[in-house]
């Protein structure tokens, strides 16, 4: 009962114990793929903006299986992310773009004008 009751005001407490988790697999990566692995979990939560708590820990996790698998195999980080990390963070993150909160935004804008064309044409 209590516990239901402190997720609705502090959020899945499940969701947390996952993104420790994910944190601490990053913080036994190798010092050069931590880095890595940081610089991008940076970027992806400010550029991202995913509000999905289960999409966010989704690309989190596969991040953290992607640099574990790429340090295991010993493959240099500009095999990783390539010549431009811009593109291959937005590119990556291309295949979460169903948690982000713009989408919300966009389903917003799109039905204040149908809303508008409505009023508009029953105006007419």
Known sequence: MAAGWIEKVTGSLEQKKQY??????IERLPANY???ADALDRYLMYYGSIAAGDTLLSMLDDLADLFEQCAADRTPIREIVGDDPVEFAETFLRNYA???WINKERERLTAAIDR?????AGAS
């Open 20 to 25: 420790r988790a994910y944190k601490a697999r």
């Open 34 to 36: 931590r880095t890595a």
């Open 98 to 100: 169903g948690g982000q």
């Open 116 to 120: 508008a064309e409505a009023d508009e």
